[in-house]
């Protein structure tokens, strides 16, 4: 028994130290890159500091879900260090940068790369996670703020400060264990969800596309948009529905690209 309280210790002080490490680390690009949408193995953990975003109509617009300046703050570790992970998965990482100054991440705060934040295309927007390189073993407490990475066999996106602070930033890419610790909204029930689809190479192909979406689901909301040197299709169930969506996402073949299934809020 005394073993085992003292490896306890051991770990214990091993993940603060990894914490604080990973926090202190920043720096300041847009390489691409989401995944299967995830369940929590607990219920999701709420905070009086961290209010659910009002509800709005599901045409509306999605309400901004504000992340504290620098993406954590000293209260975050704080909890991180008194409770344990509600959902874990793992997969690969990467990093980006916005293509041009000002742009907003989609949480409707503007993008910065010196912030500790990342993308995920499924997590409610404003949960706070550790992110560990498996490789490195370094970790790093952030929060989600951005939708990403739209490109196959990713999970998540980091900023060029989180990709840093976990020893991705001159790799590009490794693979990761995301923890989740706290999430403003529940993970496995309600949402605001839609299908993003692509990229199509062409203008001409994504309005085509959108075309026989607004033709197939009727009552649907369907927009294309350009990205970088490519376009997107985004489809929004009536009521911004889970259910409808995941069935989109498992029936939609696009020609070009991948239907990914997403989380708006």
């Not at 000293?74 to 793992?90: C, G, N, Q, V, W």
């Not at 840093?164 to 490794?174: E, V």
């Not at 959108?210 to 299709?233: D, P, T």
Request: positive net charge; contains cysteine; hydrophobic residues 35%.
């Amino acid at each position: 028994m005394a073993d085992v309280q003292h490896a306890n210790v051991r770990r214990s002080a091993c993940l603060t130290f990894l914490l604080i490490a990973g926090v202190g680390l920043a720096g300041c690009g847009h390489k691409k890159q989401p995944q299967p949408s995830p369940t929590a193995t607990a219920p999701p953990v709420y905070r009086p500091s961290t209010p659910s975003a009002p509800s709005r109509p599901s045409t509306g617009g999605i309400p901004v879900t504000p992340v504290p300046e620098g993406g954590v703050t000293a209260e975050d570790k704080e909890f991180i260090l008194s409770h344990r992970p509600i959902y874990s998965e793992e997969g690969s990482a990467t990093w980006y940068t916005a293509p041009y100054k000002g742009r907003k991440a989609a949480n409707g705060q503007v993008f910065s790369d010196e912030a500790l934040t990342a993308a995920h295309r499924t997590l409610p927007m404003g949960s706070l996670i550790v992110v560990t390189n498996l490789r490195t073993r370094q970790a790093s407490s952030m929060r989600i703020s951005d939708r990403g990475p739209f490109v196959p066999n990713k999970i998540i996106d980091l900023t060029i400060a989180s990709a840093k602070s976990i020893g991705i930033y001159r790799s590009g890419t490794d693979r990761v264990r995301v923890d989740v610790y706290e999430t403003p909204k529940p993970m496995d029930v309600g949402g605001r969800w839609c299908v993003q689809i692509g990229p199509f190479l062409s203008e001409h192909k994504a309005l085509k596309f959108k075309e026989k979406l607004l033709s197939e689901y009727a009552g649907s909301k369907v927009i294309e948009f350009a990205g970088e040197r490519s376009y997107w299709v985004r489809i929004r169930p009536q009521g911004d529905d889970r259910g409808q969506a995941e069935e989109m996402a498992r029936r939609l073949q696009p020609d070009e690209g991948v239907a990914y299934l997403t989380r708006l809020d």
